[in-house]
């Protein structure tokens, strides 16, 4: 019985037999299942690939980002903005800041 069944199956007979349709209905639903499953780890590598491309871009921007602030905060300081106005001719006050003091009438 059982290797009756084999060689209808390496023969090919089982396809063109009377029940048949079963068969045929089995053997579309694993083809289409099949489709199903290689379509989605297509997409699944696909994701993962997208991920990995994104990870590098925030790397990336981050590493911008901390470049763009030291070069601000070097720019701030006030030794470098003294440097930057010399040329122009202005220099920091050598007398210190006096207050003023404003009084209202009632």
Do not use: C
Not at 18 to 29: E, Y
Not at 44 to 66: G, M, N, P, Q, W
Not at 89 to 97: A, D, K, N, R, Y
């Amino acid at each position: 019985m059982v290797k009756k069944k084999i060689n209808s199956v390496l023969k090919g007979t089982f396809l063109i037999s009377d029940d048949s349709f079963k068969n045929w209905r089995m053997i579309i639903f694993l083809s289409i299942l099949a489709i199903v499953m290689i379509a989605s780890s297509h997409s699944a590598d696909r994701k993962v690939y997208e991920i990995a491309r994104l990870s590098e871009e925030v790397k990336e921007y981050r590493s911008a980002f901390i470049d763009g602030r030291s070069i601000l905060m070097n720019l701030k300081k006030e030794s470098t903005i003294q440097k930057k106005l010399a040329y122009k001719g202005v220099f920091p006050s050598e007398e210190p800041p006096k207050k003023i003091k404003v009084t209202t009438k009632e």
